[in-house]
């Protein structure tokens, strides 16, 4: 008898495919047993990935379906939308739409362009932005937004007559204004931010409203982190997060591993608040379950999260269509021969990169016959590592998602190794490393330097520049300034403060092609990919 049955189901798993596998425990809601129940549907960091928005919108259907007696609350916490393919980024509205999402919050990425463009974007967005941590001021096209309630800085969501609260945040200690240089949208610094949630809370509470979300880009990490605001604040119960792409599954009160971090922490009232969050680009969708007792209290007991994987969706065919819009066609480009496949981000930005080593590889292709000596790249440009088959939609939408453009010009041997340096020291001294990737040359960085965050820190060795006449070294202790290195660099280095200056400096500055373009040009002639690091960046560790 029971053989039967499981043959049964399995006859229906092939009948069916992948469907029945995520249709079956995901999303279903706990018993609420008369308290206040909310199941929330969350997204972060998408990046504007849309090949896999079709899965999202399948799994979304199933949360629906499920879901269709509890309160819902769906949200994005911000990082949906990403660089300047306005193309792109209008669909993301569209699809956002579609997926009846009801709150956003802005992260970095939606400033990529300016204020006057990320207005656009959301004009027809059926969703509210909310954002409470920001200073907008009069002149910035966004506050037409603030005027029309299209952004706020709190919002309150009615189901089955329960009021829940809304609170968002974009992140601290990013600049947000790089592209709206007189009337930029400055966020508040972590101090400021938790003031600026402490007194929106008391206003919500004098409604009668004490069943709070705060939709957050803070990220997870730091004092300004969702960690430590959860703890400065009172009032908060949940804390849909993002920013620092880290897949916390679960609900527990310690570290148990990096996919299981301490997200059950209490606030300056000693309640309890739960922390979620996705690692992003549409890898995972977040389900959270809870209860809420009659003061509107989390039920500790009673918090269900989880983190579903959306490969086991079957990807909705008309969502496929509206994104294949913006997409375009999706090609094999090349075979990977030997694939580089790193375990995290931290990995690909701190290490030699053999994805970011084929980019500056279609650089130099591209410049064969010139006399460009040496390619660079920001390490945070380039995403992911490479395995089996390169296609069209891995290239533009993962592997190089801002499609920057290259620009060559001729730097001081001196202004060379600053730029070096000064990037190679972000990877020591922040956890955001900036290091420079290469190509037509190779270099040493030594992480034990005593005192990295002296002014006269220098942390690379080691130089060796390729030359058709033969290698040659550059002491980056005692650079020539009359000498020169003829480079391509990624306009990012023009605009980002740390190296603009240095830049500027520059001389003969002419654009050589977009990403995209390149590496679509170079696999044409380069049909297989070898991707091993081959010894471009050494890295000297504790
Ligand atoms: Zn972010």
Do not use: W
């Amino acid at each position: 008898m029971k053989k039967s049955i499981i043959a049964l189901l399995l006859g229906l798993n092939i009948l069916f495919g992948h469907v029945s596998f995520a249709d079956d425990n995901f999303f279903t809601p706990q018993n609420a047993n008369k308290n206040t129940q909310l199941t929330v549907f969350y997204m972060n960091d998408m990046h504007g990935e849309l090949t896999e928005f079709g899965k999202v919108y399948s799994a979304k259907k199933i949360f629906d379906e499920k879901n269709s007696k509890t309160n819902t609350l769906v949200s994005a916490s911000g990082d949906m939308y990403i660089g300047r393919n306005q193309k792109l980024n209008f669909q993301i509205t569209n699809l956002l739409n579609k997926l009846n999402l009801d709150v956003l919050t802005f992260g970095n990425h939606e400033f990529d362009s300016n204020s006057k463009i990320l207005s656009e974007y959301i004009k027809d967005a059926n969703f509210k932005t909310v954002i409470t941590n920001a200073e907008i001021p009069e002149e910035n096209p966004l506050y037409k937004d603030i005027k029309s309630d299209k952004i706020v800085t709190s919002y309150v969501i009615e189901r089955n007559g329960e009021k829940f609260g809304i609170l968002g945040a974009v992140p601290t200690g990013v600049d947000l204004g790089l592209f709206d240089q007189n009337y930029p949208v400055t966020a508040y610094n972590p101090k400021e931010t938790v003031k600026a949630l402490n007194s929106e809370i008391a206003k919500l509470e004098k409604q009668k409203i004490n069943k709070i979300i705060f939709v957050s880009h803070l990220g997870y990490f730091g004092e300004g982190g969702d960690l430590n605001i959860a703890k400065q604040t009172a009032g908060i119960d949940i804390i849909l997060g993002g920013h620092t792409h880290l897949e916390i599954n679960g609900v527990q009160k310690k570290n148990i591993s990096k996919t299981r971090m301490a997200n059950l922490v209490y606030s300056k009232r000693k309640e309890p608040v739960i922390i979620v969050q996705t690692s992003g680009i549409n890898k995972q969708v977040g389900y959270l379950d809870v209860l809420f007792d009659r003061k509107g209290k989390l039920i500790e007991k009673n918090i269900k999260n989880s983190i579903i994987p959306v490969e086991g969706f079957e990807s909705d065919k008309d969502i496929d269509k509206e994104a294949a819009k913006v997409l375009g066609k999706n090609k094999v480009l090349a075979t990977v021969e030997k694939p580089y496949i790193p375990a995290d981000t931290y990995e690909e930005r701190n290490y030699e990169n053999p994805t970011a080593n084929l980019l500056t590889d279609a650089v130099a292709y591209k410049l064969r016959h010139s006399k460009m000596q040496v390619v660079l790249v920001q390490s945070p440009s380039v995403r992911g590592g490479l395995k089996d088959k390169l296609t069209t939609y891995q290239l533009k939408y993962k592997m190089l998602p801002f499609n920057h453009k290259f620009y060559y010009i001729e730097l001081s041997e001196k202004d060379f190794v600053e730029l070096l340096n000064q990037e190679a020291l972000t990877s020591i001294t922040t956890n955001n490393s900036q290091m420079l990737q290469c190509r037509g040359m190779h270099y040493t960085v030594d992480r034990t330097i005593k005192n990295p965050k002296s002014a006269d820190a220098v942390c690379i060795k080691d130089i060796v520049i390729f030359n058709k006449k033969g290698n040659y070294v550059i002491n980056p202790l005692n650079p020539d300034e009359n000498k020169i290195v003829r480079c391509a660099v990624s306009n990012y280095l023009f605009t980002d403060k740390r190296t603009k200056g240095i830049l500027e400096r520059g001389k003969n500055k002419k654009l050589v092609g977009e990403e995209h373009k390149l590496v679509i040009k170079y696999l044409k002639r380069h049909k297989t990919i070898n991707a091993q690091r081959e010894g471009r960046i050494i890295v000297i560790e504790k």
